[in-house]
């Protein structure tokens, strides 16, 4: 029986199943984000446009992250973590005057995401048994992306704030379910 020092892959497998709540805490996280974002009835715009900055900034360090832990794909990762963190930097600079762009911008952008994780669940059929919540959540970010593109400018305040709590909350349950997942694959390795 080979040891666990001998077979580098296993080991590598088994230090990064021991850092699964890194995905917990991400995937709760981002729950939260979108309980708050969900909660706005009469926010300012500001604020709106800084905690969707925010949004965007956490899931380009998760997609920098994963660019920098993965073994395939990481290019796409960064590509993705790149567009995330542009999209960060326009909201920051100016959240009143790029609220009503948001909305084309998260259009843009979940279609973008839906397109990764759909690519993502065809990719992972093999090893990840729930590849289709993966699929689903894919396909409903298409679709969520197309409606948000093209809504009419009065629709797109209320528009920005659903589509982005569901945004957030789609990547919390996602994130979640990884957590576990990576922790399992520890416990078989």
Same mark, same amino acid.
């Given at each position: 029986?080979e040891?666990l020092?001998?077979?580098p892959?296993?080991a590598?497998?088994?230090?990064?199943?021991?850092?699964?709540?890194?995905?917990l805490?991400?995937?709760?996280?981002?729950?939260?984000?979108?309980?708050?974002?969900?909660?706005?009835d009469?926010?300012s715009?500001?604020?709106?446009?800084?905690?969707?900055?925010?949004?965007?900034l956490?899931?380009?360090?998760?997609?920098f992250?994963?660019?920098?832990l993965?073994?395939r794909?990481?290019?796409?990762?960064a590509? =993705?973590?790149?567009l995330?963190?542009?999209a960060?930097g326009?909201?920051?600079?100016?959240?009143?005057?790029?609220f009503?762009?948001?909305?084309?911008?998260?259009?843009?952008l979940?279609?973008?995401?839906?397109? =990764?994780?759909i690519?993502?669940?065809?990719m992972?059929v093999?090893?990840?048994?729930?590849?289709w919540?993966?699929?689903?959540?894919?396909?409903?970010?298409?679709?969520?992306? =197309?409606?948000?593109?093209?809504? =009419?400018f009065?629709?797109k305040a209320?528009?920005?704030?659903?589509?982005?709590?569901?945004?957030?909350?789609?990547?919390?349950?996602t994130?979640?379910m990884?957590?576990f997942?990576?922790?399992?694959?520890g416990?078989?390795v």
């Open positions: 029986m040891s020092e001998s077979d892959a296993r590598a497998l088994t230090r990064l199943s021991s850092y699964w709540w890194l995905w805490a991400s995937g709760i996280a981002w729950i939260v984000i979108s309980v708050v974002v969900l909660q706005f009469q926010a715009v500001t604020t709106v446009g800084i905690i969707i900055g925010l949004m965007f956490g899931f380009s360090l998760q997609q992250t994963l660019a920098a993965g073994d794909l990481n290019w796409l990762f590509i =993705f973590g790149v995330y963190l542009a960060a326009i909201c920051f600079i100016s959240p009143e005057g790029t009503a762009a948001i909305a084309d911008i998260l259009g843009f979940f279609v973008l995401v839906g397109i =990764f994780w690519i993502e669940a065809f992972s093999e090893v990840n048994e729930l590849w919540l993966s699929l689903i959540a894919g396909t409903l970010m298409v679709i969520l992306g =197309f409606y948000a593109g093209g809504a =009419f009065i629709e209320f528009v920005l704030l659903v589509f982005a709590g569901i945004w957030a909350l789609l990547t919390g349950i994130d979640i990884r957590a997942q990576i922790r399992r694959l416990k078989l």
